[in-house]
């Protein structure tokens, strides 16, 4: 259901994709027609969208017609005479949905990355009418009969595995919509559904009020000592362009911790903005306030769980991923947690240690961890933040570190091209070559923060891969660097240097998709797996040979000193107690959230996930999670609900595979393109397990995880 059939527009004549109740004047806005930009397929390369032609105003008319014609031909599939087959019924539906794929593509990533308020206005309206769509098509009975025909006969239809793999896939999804359940059960389902999707943009839409709400602005320069001059220059342009001038503004990620934290030597300033952040959502001063929100997406979440059978969400979203079951989830983290306290701790203590030496005899707060993180990190590795930034360009870290990369483990080469248009003037589009010439995908790259983005990194697509449909992929990644002053180099820290790597790897994942159906295309693979090549690419930023060639000094153009960069590699490890606590905090809270029953939904946010981190020994001031429940966009807008474990059960993965391919020889030609053959070519095509198998040859364990993150343990952590 990705993809459909263009209409037949007869005559010229205008469709409108609204009821319109008889009235013979529909409203101008709801109009789609050939001078819609969405109309027809794109004709720029690849399909890629043609952004000087798409304004806010073609969103909605597009997707109102999206959402008609692909009724129309799933009606077509659902009512056909012909008895149900695998091509009339399976491969039709996949056809299904042209316009509607194309229109969103665009406005999904508009939303994250470049939104204003008719963006917004129109996402809240459409929020529900998607939903209502979605349980159209899962919750038709003509259809799911179809499907459950062809499933029930599955093994005579000598189907192949991907397609196998389709229409078990398929069936599962109707089976989980609620096709299997009554008429009254469904109706509440289609309610549920749809004032979910109604509170996740909701909830999505003041985050990023929130980021713009919560900043700090500081009023005096000498507050900010510990700041680069391309930082402070940075933040003083950002408060010019708010009317501040003459003033700085401080502005808050995604995450509890803010990256200025680590320089900030002004420790109340530092407190200032960690509450800034760590406080948001809760309608302090009169701001937004979020709580209500959590509390009715946990108990709508819970209850269409067990109208569909599961005893929680958790249970219900686990289901379809490699973990299973929430049982295997926490075995899993509790079996960390002792290990990561006992390096959190002894972090804790350096890190007192170092506040001694300032002459602060206190307890170790959330403000001090990051600057004191770095203070320790300086004595221990003799490294400076600031010292190594300067060998961090952001183009250069791309192109001779990212592309070097890619080029080095699969044969593919980058050019940059400066003749198709983008959403914002700070994005860059690039070909992609395979390593016989032959061109593989459209890259777009949006590094730099605004206020227009959501916080956080990812990777989206604007045209997704398949054979059926002959299409090739048009990706993008999208990451919130903070940008320099005019004239000023972008220098970036190693953590944006290590995010480059990942959403690059989320990027080849998409690039290298060589798959028949639309829906396997890509990245669809499960939650617990599709982090797990993201995660694989981050740790060739630290290979010598890659780092050594993008590493370069900006100004002197010299490389980086040999023992630097071994100062830097063995700092990896510190921190890692903290590193991994806040974020094992927050999947803890993610899945007690998600264990509840309907009836066990609390009415204290914050005292709720007070206990949970109580539960597990998470509850340490110093560290808290990496996200607090009101501003947990993963869990709460985001498709990650129950499923935040994810980033960790990848990553056993990644570090398995990346210790695996040390083994055989490391940064070759060869392991890549097994790699690539194996795991980032197959999509969804097969079970992802299977696929690791197949690359691997055997199942991960948790030992290079482990390694990965210098974590001393002693506990005997099961294989996953």
Avoid at 51 to 72: L, R, T, V
Avoid at 144 to 167: H, P
Avoid at 443 to 463: E, N, Q
Avoid at 522 to 545: C, K, L, N, Q, Y
Wanted: aromatic share 10%.
């Amino acid at each position: 259901m990705k993809q459909i059939l263009l209409w037949a527009l007869l005559g010229g004549m205008l469709w409108t994709a609204a009821c319109t109740s008889g009235t013979q004047n529909p409203k101008p806005e709801l109009m789609f027609d050939s001078e819609n930009p969405f109309y027809a397929s794109s004709t720029l390369p690849f399909e890629a969208p043609d952004f000087n032609a798409i304004s806010d105003e073609h969103y909605k008319p597009a997707m109102m017609a999206g959402i008609e014609q692909e009724m129309e031909e799933i009606e077509a599939i659902a009512t056909n005479p012909e008895p149900p087959a695998f091509e009339n019924t399976i491969v039709a539906m996949e056809r299904t949905g042209e316009l509607l794929t194309r229109v969103q593509g665009v406005f999904y990533n508009m939303t994250s990355a470049h939104t204003n308020d008719k963006i917004q206005e129109i996402q809240s309206e459409m929020a529900p009418r998607f939903a209502e769509h979605s349980d159209n098509i899962l919750l038709n009975a003509d259809l799911f009969g179809r499907v459950r025909t062809l499933y029930e006969n599955m093994d005579e239809l000598g189907l192949d595995e991907a397609s196998e793999k389709l229409l078990r896939d398929n069936y599962r999804s109707f089976v989980r919509a609620g096709a299997l359940l009554n008429d009254e059960e469904q109706e509440r389902i289609r309610e549920i559904n749809s004032e979910l999707s109604s509170l996740s943009t909701e909830f999505q839409e003041k985050l990023l009020t929130m980021t713009r709400e919560r900043s700090v602005m500081i009023d005096d320069e000498s507050e900010l000592e510990g700041l680069s001059r391309d930082r402070i220059a940075a933040a003083k342009e950002a408060a010019d362009e708010r009317g501040e001038e003459g003033k700085y503004l401080l502005s808050i990620t995604n995450t509890t911790r803010v990256p200025v934290l680590t320089s900030l030597k002004n420790r109340d300033v530092r407190r200032r903005v960690w509450k800034a952040s760590a406080y948001r959502g809760i309608g302090q001063d009169g701001g937004i306030d979020t709580r209500p929100l959590v509390l009715r997406l946990v108990e709508l979440r819970a209850e269409r769980a067990n109208l569909l059978g599961y005893e929680n969400f958790a249970s219900f979203a686990q289901e379809p991923q490699t973990a299973q079951n929430p049982e295997n989830v926490l075995d899993m983290l509790t079996d960390l947690i002792p290990a990561v306290r006992a390096n959190t701790e002894r972090e804790a203590e350096m890190i007192r240690q170092r506040m001694l030496e300032d002459g602060i005899d206190d307890e170790v707060m959330p403000w001090d961890w990051e600057y004191y993180a770095e203070r320790v990190r300086e004595a221990e590795y003799d490294i400076d933040d600031e010292e190594i930034r300067p060998y961090f360009e952001l183009d250069r870290v791309l192109e001779n570190g990212v592309f070097y990369a890619m080029n080095r483990l699969y044969g593919i080469s980058f050019e940059e091209r400066f003749d198709l248009p983008v959403y914002h003037p700070d994005v860059r589009v690039f070909n992609v070559y395979d390593h016989d010439g032959e061109q593989l995908a459209i890259f777009y790259a949006d590094y730099f923060a605004r206020d227009s983005k959501r916080g956080g990194a990812w990777m989206s697509s604007y045209v997704g891969q398949s054979h059926l449909l002959d299409k090739k992929p048009v990706v993008v990644n999208v990451l919130n660097i903070s940008k320099p002053a005019e004239g000023e180099p972008a220098l970036i820290s190693f953590d944006n240097v290590t995010t480059l790597f990942h959403e690059m790897g989320h990027g080849v994942h998409g690039i290298f998709s060589d798959v028949k159906y639309p829906s396997q295309a890509m990245t669809a693979v499960p939650r617990d797996f599709v982090e797990f090549p993201s995660t694989f690419e981050e740790d060739w930023a630290i290979h010598p040979e890659v780092l050594a060639n993008y590493a370069i000094h900006y100004e002197t153009s010299e490389r980086i000193p040999d023992d630097l960069l071994d100062r830097i590699i063995a700092a990896r490890d510190f921190n890692q107690g903290f590193e991994t606590q806040e974020y094992v905090a927050a999947t803890m809270v993610d899945m007690e959230w998600h264990t509840l029953a309907p009836d066990e939904i609390p009415d204290d946010v914050t005292a709720f996930e007070n206990a949970s981190l109580a539960k597990y020994g998470l509850d340490y001031k110093p560290v808290p999670p990496r996200y607090k429940s009101p501003y947990f966009a993963h869990i709460f807008p985001g498709g990650y609900s129950a499923n935040y474990y994810a980033y960790i059960w990848s990553e056993v993965l990644a570090a398995d595979a990346f210790a695996f391919m040390k083994e055989q020889g490391g940064l070759t030609r060869e392991n890549g393109d097994h790699y690539r053959e194996t795991i980032l070519s197959r999509g969804g095509s097969r079970e992802a397990m299977d696929l690791y198998l197949d690359f691997r040859g055997q199942e991960p364990g948790v030992e290079a995880l482990l390694r990965r993150r210098g974590l001393d343990t002693d506990v005997d952590v099961d294989a996953l």
